[in-house]
């Protein structure tokens, strides 16, 4: 039987949040509400089958674990997803291929994002045929999947390789250090939370609800799940990814200095959108991978 048997799982997930200070990744914050915004969005057939596969202890919100794979990518037994949460591609080519860029540091292919919800897609496509001790490793797959179809999203973690994605750009964010990943990461949220959320995430979900919902966004939504094959569609994800990471990223910052309002104002709606794009496209992947039709099963086989 897979690691998630609920018990064990318990213990993973409270040791982790003890023994990893600052989780990685797209901030908790940016992973809760891409993860909260999909599973607002699921069919019937889709939420059952989430439902079914969490814990119990989660009550049944995706949510609550859509940050479990940056809390155990640094354990033993998971050390292999680690390069799994972001890409590198050729420094200041402002593209990413594929064939070229999707690989770990030992040049292993599919070790990438793109590769990962590939192969956590394909994974959940079998859901319907399981027996039900296989589906244990389907808990982790939906988890992984719902993870990186966040990380994805976030344009620093689709980076130039030589900066670790921003990593290495040290500088201070308003009065304190930080470096660009992590603005991405996590900065521009916290900062927009405290500036005009009062700290509470769910006004500023329901902010982001609103912008897609009947705002903004509204004439946008259906190009953003337009997916012809789920094996391809993260394609695109990423390469949107590494060109807002051009174009708003890393554009005209110079290590060492200080961001402060004027990156913070002009960046944060892009924050927000990839956030809303993130939960969108997720909740169209699991409304496709769960569906009762076998359309994508067939496709994907
Ligand atoms: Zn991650």
Not at 50 to 75: F, I, T, Y
Not at 186 to 196: G, K, S, V
Request: proline content about 4%; overall charge negative.
């Amino acid at each position: 039987m897979g690691g998630l048997c609920p018990l064990k799982f318990v213990l993973f997930v409270s040791l982790a949040s003890v023994l990893v200070p600052g989780a990685w990744g797209w901030s908790k914050e940016g992973h809760i509400m891409t993860c909260r915004i999909a599973q607002s969005l699921l069919e019937p057939d889709a939420a059952h089958a989430v439902e079914n596969l969490l814990p119990q202890h989660v009550n049944g919100d995706l949510s609550a674990l859509c940050v479990w794979p940056d809390q155990v990518r640094h354990w033993y037994r998971y050390r292999w997803t680690s390069p799994l949460h972001f890409i590198d591609t050729p420094d200041d080519a402002c593209t990413y291929e594929f064939s070229r860029d999707c690989h770990d540091t030992h040049g292993k292919k599919n070790m990438c994002i793109v590769g990962a919800i590939r192969n956590f897609t394909s994974q959940l496509l079998h859901y319907r045929e399981g027996s039900s001790d296989r589906r244990h490793n389907m808990t982790e797959a939906l988890l992984f999947l719902s993870h990186f179809m966040g990380d994805v999203h976030q344009p620093m973690h689709v980076g130039f390789t030589s900066d670790e994605g921003g990593n290495t750009i040290e500088l201070r964010w308003f009065r304190h250090k930080s470096n660009l990943h992590h603005v991405w990461d996590r900065e521009i949220i916290l900062t927009a939370l405290a500036d005009y959320y009062d700290k509470d995430t769910e006004l500023l979900l329901q902010d982001i609800v609103a912008n897609f919902t009947d705002g903004v966004w509204h004439d946008d939504v259906s190009s953003w799940k337009d997916c012809d094959n789920l094996m391809k569609c993260p394609n695109k994800y990423a390469t949107e990814s590494i060109n807002m990471a051009c174009k708003w990223g890393y554009k005209g910052v110079t290590p060492g200095e200080t961001l402060a309002d004027d990156y913070f104002n002009s960046r944060m709606p892009i924050v927000m959108k990839r956030i809303a794009q993130g939960g969108i496209r997720l909740a169209m992947f699991l409304n496709r991978i769960f569906s009762d039709s076998d359309e994508e099963f067939a496709a994907a086989t």
